[in-house]
Nanobody
Framework: QVQLVESGGGLVQAGGSLRLSCAAS????????MGWFRQAPGKERDIVAA????????YYADSVKGRFTISRDNDKNAVYLQMNSLKPEDTAVYYC????????????WGQGTQVTVSS
């Protein structure tokens, strides 16, 4: 079992920055694909960014490319999401996930952290 705990969410003005952290425990996640998803009220949960176990070739949703950066520290069993130039449409609950070889459908999920961007 893997437990994931997100932190770093909050209220920020448009144009501001936040850094989300996700701490994993229970077992090492250094061989898992780690990802950040978000869900706004009334909308589906969508992937924001993902990173392989090696940290290479990260994936970003088009809506966050050039503004968000995903990174991981396998020694600390953690993954991060640096969010810059935030927009009101980035407002959502952000979730951390860890996926093994079977994909996101069987992933471990955190409880989420609220990010609110005011205009």
């Amino acid at each position: 079992q893997v437990q994931l705990v997100e932190s770093g969410g909050g209220l920020v003005q448009a144009g501001g920055s936040l850094r989300l952290s996700c701490a994993a425990s229970g077992r090492t996640v250094n061989r898992y694909i780690m990802g950040w998803f978000r869900q706004a009220p009334g909308k589906e949960r969508d992937i924001v960014a993902a990173i392989s176990w090696s940290g290479g070739n990260p994936y970003y949703a088009d809506s966050v490319k050039g503004r968000f950066t995903i990174s991981r520290d396998n020694d600390k069993n953690a993954v991060y999401l640096q969010m810059n130039s935030l927009k009101p449409e980035d407002t959502a609950v952000y979730y951390c996930a860890a996926a093994g070889t079977t994909g996101w459908g069987d992933a471990y999920w955190g409880q989420g952290t609220q990010v609110t961007v005011s205009s």
